[in-house]
């Protein structure tokens, strides 16, 4: 059975820091490409930070230079740390897993998320 389970998000006062973690179990971690994901309140899901299978490093314009996303393949985790948060950063946060395939296809699960609330 495939999983991603988030752990990490809580309440936190503004510019302070949280650090989530996906824990990935059921299938090749190696092989595929993970993301963090985030949903506010009456928004549309949007990508905050990813990480390739090689290791390479991408992220929304709005977490860049606060976020950090790594990956540990021997733990089959990935890790994104957060500081300097801000009252936007409020949302469910979700982690992604995505394998590209031939001819466009690709293999993808979703975590549940975890809430991350920051307060003035």
């Known amino acids: 059975e495939v999983q991603l389970v988030e752990s990490g998000g809580g309440l936190v006062q503004a510019g302070g820091s949280l650090r989530l973690s996906c824990a990935a179990s059921?299938?090749?971690?190696?092989?595929?490409?993970i993301g963090w994901f985030r949903q506010a309140p009456g928004k549309e899901r949007e990508l905050v930070a990813t990480?390739?299978?090689?290791?390479?490093?991408s992220y929304a314009d709005s977490v860049k230079g606060r976020f950090n996303i790594v990956r540990d393949n021997a733990k089959v985790t990935v890790v994104l740390q957060m500081d300097a948060l801000k009252m936007e950063d409020t949302a469910v946060y979700y982690c992604?897993?995505?394998?590209?395939?031939?001819?466009?296809?690709?293999?993808?699960?979703w975590g549940q998320g975890t809430q991350v609330t920051v307060s003035p």
């Open positions: 992604y897993a995505v394998q590209e395939l031939a001819y466009g296809r690709k293999v993808d699960w």
């Open positions: 059921g299938f090749t971690f190696d092989d595929y490409a």
């Open positions: 990480i390739s299978s090689a290791g390479r490093r």
